[in-house]
């Protein structure tokens, strides 16, 4: 009844999921309870879902007459099939953590195979839609005195009367005026020094997130109370967002290798975001002679923290001195060399670069005087370190790193297009976190029996050849 050839019969054949069990073991009870679905094969229904951009319950759907998911997760034509609140729960009992060595394991199996070239590093982040609907602040406000109210009923088991003229009216729709906002802003505040510090951990934390939209720092940053977790963003300079990003590392091979979640307002070109993913390739022991990027991560602190990897970084600038571009820089002599075939003849230490001078004598005499700005008698130009460590990469070396960093884009839309990362699935970070682990695990895996596909016909026409 299966298919004689489909990617997921590779897969199963090709790809090692056994390591689950021992990787889960501490998160289930030998002796306690219903027996469970053995750990492997939930996460291989898992797989499914995501591979066929499916819901629990479809996935579940499936598994009750397709042979071919049978077949996939292990599960024999007689053998009773998990419901969707068991995927539910399976995701909750591994958490962010365990998924994320689940996609480390899988990332060792592609290096002991040799399917990672460790050539070039790519390095990019791609935005997420929050699963939530945008209400104004008015609307968030009076949504965050609700929460928090039924929250204190519950523990409670009722509500004093003081505090139910907190409770947000029950109107019509019409456009919020001004008056209606500071009579939000208003209440809510006075419920917060009402409730502040009197109750549960639980109804504490819905009061300080209440707190950081009544007296937000800076720019509005809670989108939801549904998704507290998600934040606003911008993909351009025009186009804006709610919810995340995927910060990812990928192998020149196309298999992504490392990968942070972080709230939509992070710039994931910051140093503390660049350093943790490198770390994490740290661990896992992934080297490669260099990294490309876009210019959102071009700094000193991100060159310096890629060269101390003994890694080259092919970084574009953020903003071009067009002056300097009329100078060439001499590394191994450490000067600035003129149109005219003049050397600089000294440098200061000057901010966070030098500036280099030149010779008054031959600057006054010179036939470009006028075009190059001199600082009275002599020229003079800055050099930032950041700049000086760009100059390090040779032009040509640099456009073809750019050029290969390209790929991410692919990946990315591979993603979006068939893989459930246009929108999260799930609401809070670590639930996005696992929705985006599973996706380039399934991408991942169905990279890699594309590439061991390719060596063998290699050996094999070699062979033949021979």
């Known amino acids: 009844f299966l298919p004689e050839e489909h990617e997921l019969l590779e897969i199963r054949k090709r790809i090692d999921f056994s390591f689950i069990k021992e990787k889960t073991k501490d998160l289930y009870a030998e002796e306690l309870g219903r027996p469970s679905y053995p750990p492997e094969v939930m996460f291989k229904i898992l797989f499914l879902e995501f591979y066929y951009n499916l819901s629990d319950v479809e996935v579940v759907k499936q598994l009750k007459f397709n042979v071919l998911f049978r077949y996939f997760v292990g599960l024999k034509a007689e053998d009773s099939i998990p419901d969707d609140t068991s995927l539910v729960i399976f995701r909750k009992r591994l958490g962010e953590k365990n998924f994320e060595e689940i996609f480390d394991e899988f990332i060792k199996q ?229 149109q005219e075939g003049c050397s600089s003849i000294g440098k200061s230490r000057q901010g966070d670069g030098y500036l280099y001078y030149f010779s008054s004598d031959f600057c006054k005499t010179c036939n470009k005087m006028k075009e190059c700005s001199l600082n009275k008698d002599r020229a003079r130009v800055y050099v930032s370190e950041s700049h000086l460590l760009y100059l390090k990469n040779a032009p040509e070396e640099r456009k073809k790193a750019q050029k290969i960093r390209k790929r991410i884009e692919a990946k990315f839309g591979e993603a979006k297009r068939h893989h459930s990362m246009m929108r999260a699935r799930y609401r809070g970070r670590w639930r996005v976190a696992i929705q985006i682990f599973m996706s380039f695990i399934v991408m991942n895996l169905k990279r890699v029996v594309k590439l061991l596909k390719i060596r063998e016909e290699s050996v094999r026409l070699a062979f033949s050849s021979g």
Do not use: W
């Open 110 to 338: 592609c290096k002991d195979k040799g399917l990672l070239k460790g050539k070039l590093k790519l390095i990019d982040a791609t935005h997420i839609i929050a699963d939530v609907a945008i209400p104004n602040t008015a609307n968030l406000l009076k949504d965050g005195r609700r929460r928090i109210l039924k929250a204190i009923e519950k523990e409670k088991n009722g509500l004093d009367k003081s505090l139910k003229r907190y409770y947000p009216e029950e109107k019509p729709y019409r456009r919020i005026a001004r008056e209606d906002l500071v009579k939000e802003v208003s209440l809510s505040e006075e419920l917060i020094k009402e409730v502040k510090g009197k109750y549960s951990p639980y109804v504490e934390e819905k009061v300080r997130l209440l707190e950081k939209v009544v007296h937000p720092q800076g720019k509005r940053e809670i989108v939801s109370f549904v998704d507290p977790d998600a934040r606003f963003g911008r993909k351009s300079k025009k186009k804006e967002f709610a919810g995340y990003k995927a910060h990812i590392v990928e192998d020149e091979s196309q298999i992504v290798t490392s990968i942070k979640t972080i709230p939509g307002n992070e710039n994931e070109g910051s140093e503390d975001n660049l350093e943790s993913l490198l770390q994490k390739e740290d661990k896992k022991g992934l080297t490669s002679e260099a990294v490309a990027c876009d210019a959102l991560y071009d700094s000193l602190s991100n060159r310096k923290n890629i060269e101390k990897r003994k890694m080259k970084h092919y970084i574009p600038e953020k903003r071009k001195n067009k002056k300097l571009d009329s100078f060439i820089y001499s590394e191994k002599e450490d000067k600035l060399i003129c």
